[in-house]
């Protein structure tokens, strides 16, 4: 979203709302949801070419489970603020950069579709949440840990 400068010097504090789709952001871990991220908040003026910027943003995001792969909705409330410095020369203070930050440092880690979701199975590869492969899970086993398993 850009704001015309100009018409931010002749204001002290402007509220702004507006929303961000996938392909409007870059850099960011997730998928945002189809209803969008809506962004609002309020510009601040501090001097001619410096503002403080605001911002909430609300959005569904989905995030790939970090164990089985499978698409996690994660519900997102972040609150940012910034102060942002325009060029003298620039004309428009784009705030998509802004909202970008936002959600860049706050995604999560690790995300996980439940607690107890039990993941891929590292041989053939079958979501373990949705049926039981019939892989042999010792049959692989290094040679060189032989001696660790008599210990079990």
Partial sequence: MNFEIN???LEEKIPFEFTLKNEDVKDIEGKIGEDGALARGTIEKLSRGTFFVTVTVEMTMIYPCARCLEPTPVECSYEYSETVTVEEDEVVLNLVPVVEECIYINEPYRVLCSDDCAGLCPKCGSNLNHEQCSC???GDLDPRFEALKKLL
């Fill in 136 to 138: 042999d899970k010792n």
């Fill in 7 to 9: 018409k931010l010097l």
